[in-house]
């Protein structure tokens, strides 16, 4: 397989560190979620791990096979489980109620598939469950701080809130944050967080 992000992963260091996204880890805190979680979009593996740590059953996808390695590996070291799947979001098949909670952490790509994507994990997330995200938004391209250098890869806040408007939205942010996540997420940055929780 050859496509950028394999190329990206493929280093003995992790290019976006190994601890987890902030914000994950904040919200985490805050909601205390248990059971079965899906990481999508997850590179290398920090957030699953840290969601593993946390006691969840997690599960990566991602479309690197050297950043599921790294996954791996990464779980191994830190005395956890993540199950590992290479998953093309563009092909992704969704079963319904499936997830607890699934995170997606600066996972960027076109619209197309970012539309396809936030409806699968409507579907996918069980009555109760959450869907948690920290991405770039459409403001990110002149903070030169990490992320897609299209905007076409970058969300508006309407994306969530209009894909979500029957959740209850527990946390919306968009806005400046600081962001300091291995060698590629550095400094000041234009974000979209977004907490929401499927209604039962």
């Known amino acids: 397989m050859n496509n950028h992000w394999n190329n990206r992963f493929q280093t003995e260091n992790y290019v976006y560190g190994t601890e987890p996204n902030v914000f994950i880890s904040e919200m985490q805190e805050k ?13 290398e593996g920090r957030n699953a791990v840290f969601l ?11 479309y690197a096979e050297s950043g599921l390695q790294k996954t791996r590996k990464l779980a191994e070291n830190k005395g956890v489980t993540v199950q590992t799947e290479y998953v093309d979001l563009n092909e992704a098949v969704w079963e319904t109620e499936m997830w ?8 960027h790509f076109p619209k197309e598939i970012r539309n396809k994507t936030l409806a699968g994990v409507k579907k996918a997330v069980k009555p109760g469950g959450y869907f948690i995200t920290e991405v ?14 299209d905007i076409d890869s970058l969300y508006s806040p309407e994306e969530f809130l209009h894909t979500f408007s029957d959740w209850r939205i527990v946390h ?23 907490v929401g929780q499927k209604l039962d």
């Open 31 to 43: 909601l205390q979620l248990s059971g079965d979680a899906l990481a999508i979009a997850e590179g």
């Open 52 to 62: 593993a740590e946390q006691g969840m059953r997690v599960t990566a996808w991602d």
């Open 100 to 107: 607890d909670e699934i995170i997606c952490v600066f996972g």
């Open 136 to 149: 770039y938004s459409i403001y990110q391209l002149p903070y030169k701080s990490g992320g897609p250098r």
């Open 172 to 194: 919306f942010f968009m806005g400046e944050a600081i962001r300091y996540e291995g060698e590629l997420h550095t400094g000041l940055a234009h974000v979209i967080q977004f």
